[in-house]
């Protein structure tokens, strides 16, 4: 199985600064035959299912804010925030869709300083 | 709009069987599959399998082989998720989620909370 591994666990930032949470899988995500990254990440609010917000690691889901990005490719990956605002208080997942199982990352919580 | 509607909560005893529906609405049901992934309280995200509506190809979670079946009612636009031979640690939150590739889903249903207690 390919193993996700975020960090930190936690973070706190103040609103309008800069949030970034890092994912490493244990095994390279990147197709060669494509040049893509099988790697995506979510957001979950409380008592809310998961929300797609990027997958090819870079790519932004329609309605997405552009202040969330994607970047990394192979085993080292980053979801950067620009500018936090109240409403992306959530747990963000990455999750590899490379190989079965899928796997995701432990979760950070990001919250508000 | 595309919308994915769960069944109701439930509550099993340890070694029942629990059966989940999604049903879809919005979209061509068979043009996608659908993964499920649960979620124990308090807890991460686990993807338990997914289903092709297309064809009814299935690939599962190794960990679950053997207790686990998904199908699909094209009639009726739905998906089930049967879990068999129930332990205390299989109480999660399950989720059916619309499959725009294995693994990588744009909708999400809203969730079934089973409950697995003696």
């Known amino acids: 199985d390919i193993v996700m591994t975020q960090s930190p666990d936690s973070l706190a930032v103040s609103l309008g600064e800069r949030a970034t949470i890092n994912c490493k899988s244990s095994?390279?995500?990147?197709?060669?035959?494509?040049?893509?990254?099988?790697l995506a990440w979510y957001q979950q609010k409380p008592g809310q299912p998961p929300k797609l917000i990027i997958y090819?690691?870079?790519t932004r889901e329609s309605g997405v804010p552009d202040r969330f990005s994607g970047s990394g490719s192979g085993t080292d990956f980053t979801l950067t925030i620009s500018s936090l605002q109240a409403e992306d208080v959530a747990v963000y997942y990455c999750?590899?869709?490379?190989?079965?199982?899928?796997?995701f990352g432990q979760g950070t919580k990001v919250e508000i300083k | 709009q595309v919308q994915l509607v769960q069944s109701g909560a439930e509550v099993k005893k340890p070694g029942a069987s629990v059966k989940v529906s999604c049903t879809a609405s919005?979209?061509?049901?068979?043009?996608?599959?659908i993964d499920w992934v649960r979620q124990a309280p308090g807890q991460g995200l686990e993807w338990m399998g997914w289903i092709s509506a297309y064809d009814g190809d299935t690939n599962y979670a190794q960990n679950l082989q053997g207790r686990v079946t998904m199908t699909t009612d094209t009639s009726t636009n739905t998906a089930y998720m049967e879990l068999r031979s129930l332990r205390s640690n299989d109480t999660a939150v399950y989720y059916c989620?619309?499959?725009?590739?294995?693994?990588?889903?744009?909708?999400w249903g809203q969730g079934t909370l089973v409950t697995v207690s003696s």
């Open positions: 095994q390279s995500v990147l197709y060669s035959s494509n040049n893509k990254n099988y």
């Open positions: 989620a619309r499959a725009i590739y294995l693994g990588l889903n744009d909708y």
């Open positions: 090819w690691a870079s």
């Open positions: 919005g979209y061509t049901f068979t043009s996608y599959g």
């Open positions: 999750q590899q869709f490379y190989g079965t199982p899928r796997t």
